[in-house]
């Protein structure tokens, strides 16, 4: 397994922390093939995600940030498997983006800066079961240069990160 960067970690930390938590308080979970779990406290509750990059990032670009997906729990708000992909751009405004999984079954995600994410609760939940059953994942975006990028994802080891935040978490 390929160790997840760290600067992605701190990266993902100012996306999901408040002025309430540090990076220093991220705890993992453990690694799990290409996935990784980590948990933190955020004002007094715990916070779940999991987190991987790309095994292939392609686009013609000369320089871009971190890449990678979440999927994030926070029971204190009543909300679970929130998926969320970080670009390592800003994206075109009123840009598609989607995320297909083994070619089949494809989300079409809303963007805001750097960020995409699926368009609401339920799509979260049929996104994570296809990533629990599917192998591997490609999300296609596009820059605000209007540069095209295609990630792929491997999804092994996704459904194992998962049980381990829900188990962090107290989920299910």
């Known amino acids: 397994m390929r160790p997840f960067p760290w600067a992605c970690l701190f990266l993902a930390a100012g996306l999901l922390f408040s002025g309430a938590a540090l990076a220093g308080e991220i705890k993992s979970l453990g ?3 290409r996935w990784d779990a980590y948990y933190y ?3 007094g509750a715990k916070v779940c995600y999991i987190a991987s990059s790309p095994t292939r ?8 940030g971190e890449v990678f997906v979440l ?8 909300t679970r498997d929130v998926v969320s992909f970080q670009a390592g751009y800003a994206f075109k405004a009123d840009a598609e ?5 083994d070619g089949e079954t ?6 805001e800066g750097d960020t995409a994410w699926a368009q609401d609760a339920k799509m979260d939940q049929a996104f994570v079961a296809a990533m629990q059953k599917g192998s591997r994942m490609v999300v296609l975006g596009m820059s605000k240069r209007g540069t095209k990028t295609k990630d792929t994802y491997s999804l ?3 459904t194992a990160s998962r049980r381990a935040i829900n188990l ?4 299910e």
């Open 31 to 33: 690694a799990f093939k």
């Open 41 to 43: 406290t955020e004002a």
């Open 57 to 64: 990032e392609e686009g013609d670009y000369t320089r871009r």
């Open 71 to 78: 999927i994030t729990h926070r029971p204190a708000t009543k």
């Open 97 to 101: 983006v989607t995320a297909t999984i």
């Open 106 to 111: 494809t989300f079409k995600l809303f963007t």
């Open 156 to 158: 092994a080891g996704f």
């Open 168 to 171: 962090a978490c107290g989920i």
